[in-house]
């Protein structure tokens, strides 16, 4: 295995255990220590940007056991699930709970922003019945109302923190819930929608405490245990949930 690029991603392989398991590679600036992830993509590793070849090496056979684990349990997770077909019926995750599809006129269809209110009383996701791209439709529906609830969350706990970003985005980066920038710009990725309020308000607070310490050290968390003092149970149900939001 070379040694990684600095600043690149790009796609390495190792043998854990005997098993060859491939991995995109991340170095940072931003990073202070190796971090592990397994999402839709397989595992992927964040590493700062000083790390050398030995060292990377030692931490993923250190985790191995962590990383076949996850990755099982991701498999399972997503073999459970049956193919979305975004079919009349088909029930998708809409703030922690299952509501159905509906097809409706092109009218009733259009992704219009909703009002607060309005997002939490909704029953069903409109689709246009002679639509021929469904999926790329729920994508957009979703993206069009995740930026109302997530401007709102944010002011929630902005005010505990006292310090407020300087704008709110929406992404759609399938690799990572939330993400802010030195510049103070929060992203926020719209299949959070899915998720329940509780989780929504746990990736918010993460991401602002991120204003205050661009790390994961010790302070950082407990600027996140400062605005959201419960948020460890609610992350790792998070955590199990991945595989679930990250179907489409």
């Not at 097809?103 to 922003?113: E, F, K, N």
């Not at 979703?142 to 930026?147: D, G, I, K, N, R």
Request: glycine fraction near 4%; hydrophobic fraction near 40%; aromatic fraction near 10%.
């Amino acid at each position: 295995m070379k040694a990684p690029s600095v600043g690149r991603e790009s796609l390495k392989s190792i043998v854990l255990q005997g098993q060859t398991i491939q991995y995109v590679l991340r170095p940072s600036s931003r990073r202070r220590s190796i971090g592990f992830k397994i999402d839709a993509d397989g595992l992927s590793v964040a590493t700062p940007i000083w790390v050398k070849e030995p060292e990377l090496e030692q931490a993923l056979h250190h985790h191995a056991n962590w990383i076949f684990q996850k990755l099982k349990a991701w498999a399972e997770q997503v073999a459970q699930s049956p193919p979305l077909q975004f079919d009349e019926g088909d029930l998708l995750w809409w703030l922690g709970t299952q509501i159905p599809i509906r097809l409706v006129s092109m009218q009733d269809a259009l992704p219009r922003p909703l009002s607060l209110d309005e997002i939490a009383a909704v029953d069903h996701i409109p689709i246009w019945e002679g639509c021929t791209e469904r999926q790329a439709a729920v994508n957009a529906w979703y993206a069009a109302q995740a930026l109302p609830w997530f401007k709102y969350r944010t002011q929630h706990f902005a005010a505990r923190l006292g310090r407020y970003p300087k704008a709110i985005k929406v992404s759609q980066a399938r690799g990572r819930w939330g993400s802010c920038n030195r510049s103070g710009i929060i992203r926020l990725n719209w299949r959070l929608m899915q998720a329940s309020p509780a989780e929504i308000d746990y990736v918010v607070a993460h991401e602002l405490a991120h204003l205050v310490h661009m790390n994961h050290s010790q302070a950082f968390w407990n600027t996140v245990e400062q605005i959201h003092p419960h948020w460890k149970p609610i992350s790792q149900v998070l955590n199990q949930r991945d595989a679930l939001y990250r179907q489409f």
